[in-house]
């Protein structure tokens, strides 16, 4: 288990509170690379944008999909504390992928300038998120972590790209099965259905179908499964082209973003019950309109059932596969990344019928 603010010194809660708003920032910032610069370009060239249907966004929804062009897949994980050579056999970084100029300067296309020198891999710096933006498109992740040479100072850098995340599957579901006390000492002690069922599981833990789960996202949920055992708070973010969504795992569980049609007679209840005006919504959350509906950003936050958190009496129990792990906690309509004075407005959308729309 992490260690919560009130086990730390008062120096760590400092720290902690550094990593809590710049993470918080990076995700904002995310948003815009994400979402609203690729949904302008879309408008400012005439694409049609792939809208996520909200019942894409259902725990252990099974849909299989291509990838979208329109999309910018990648993989980020950013850590309160840095990651010891111990880690290195399953999270893959090195000196040979580290942020220089000589192992930048292999990957086609990164153009190197003077801010580079100065220290642009460090999260302070104003050209940051321009630097983050353009190694987002290499493939494979980027490792955010603290500057263990500057101890004294709460320092972040993006330390390394090309990081590949190496844990077997079958060692997280294991790991997942150990904390949730369906198994206590190895996958198969009960046998090849519920080692397989864990396994199915541990894609349901984290918010995906086995069967529909590609190969980037797979890797971030084992990525979110083994950074647990290392100390200080670790936060996953994964882009999917193909669910053309951005979900994050952090201490706080699972939470997912993506942009939707909002249907406009629904959005004026919203409008309303918010007691805001419709321009007010269409200039702090609407990115864009049609004739019948509102493009906002959807942000979803799900919750772990009874059968996806431990036990609260520890003893060992058996697994059910018709049982759920994931359950949606709460849905809103995000604000623009401009509008900083406006809140989420809350809403049921993914669960509605078709009656109801």
Not at 312 to 334: C, H, Q, T, Y
């Amino acid at each position: 288990m992490k260690k919560s603010r009130f086990e730390l010194s008062y120096l760590e809660i400092v720290r902690r509170s550094f990593y809590v708003f710049l993470r918080d920032e990076l995700e904002r910032r995310l948003r815009v690379i994400t979402f609203e610069k690729i949904y302008k370009q879309c408008r400012d060239k005439g694409l049609h944008y792939p809208y996520v249907d909200p019942r894409e966004m259902r725990p252990r929804k099974r849909e299989f999909a291509r990838e979208s062009t329109l999309t910018l897949p990648y993989i980020i994980i950013f850590c309160e504390e840095s990651l010891g050579e111990a880690h290195q056999k399953y999270i893959r970084f090195s000196n040979d992928n580290r942020i220089r100029k000589d192992t930048l300067a292999l990957v086609p296309g990164i153009q190197l300038n003077k801010p580079f020198y100065s220290g642009i891999k460090y999260f302070e710096r104003k050209a940051f998120f321009d630097f983050l933006e353009t190694l987002i498109d290499v493939d494979y992740g980027l490792l955010i972590q603290r500057d263990d040479r500057y101890r004294k100072k709460n320092r972040y850098a993006l330390s390394h790209f090309h990081v590949k995340i190496d844990w077997p599957i079958a060692e997280a579901a294991e790991s997942l099965g150990k904390e949730m006390r369906y198994i206590s000492k190895s996958l198969y002690e009960k046998g090849e259905r519920p080692a397989a069922l864990l396994q199915d599981k541990l894609f349901e833990y984290y918010g995906w179908h086995h069967q529909a789960t590609g190969g980037r996202r797979t890797a971030a949920l084992i990525a979110a499964q083994y950074l647990k055992q290392v100390p200080g708070l670790t936060t996953v973010y994964v882009s999917s082209s193909e669910t053309r969504t951005l979900t994050r795992y952090s201490e706080k569980g699972v939470a997912r973003y993506a942009i939707i049609q909002l249907d406009k007679d629904y959005a004026h209840q919203i409008i309303e019950a918010n007691r805001i005006t419709p321009e007010a919504f269409r200039l702090g959350y609407a990115l864009g309109e049609s004739e019948g509906f509102y493009d906002v950003m959807l942000f979803v936050i799900y919750k772990h059932t009874e059968w996806g958190q431990p036990p609260v009496d520890g003893k060992l129990r058996i697994i059910k596969p018709d049982f759920n792990w994931l359950a949606v906690e709460s849905e809103m309509i995000l604000p623009l990344s401009t509008a900083f004075s406006s809140q989420p407005l809350v809403l049921k959308w993914i669960y509605r019928s078709e009656k109801e729309k």
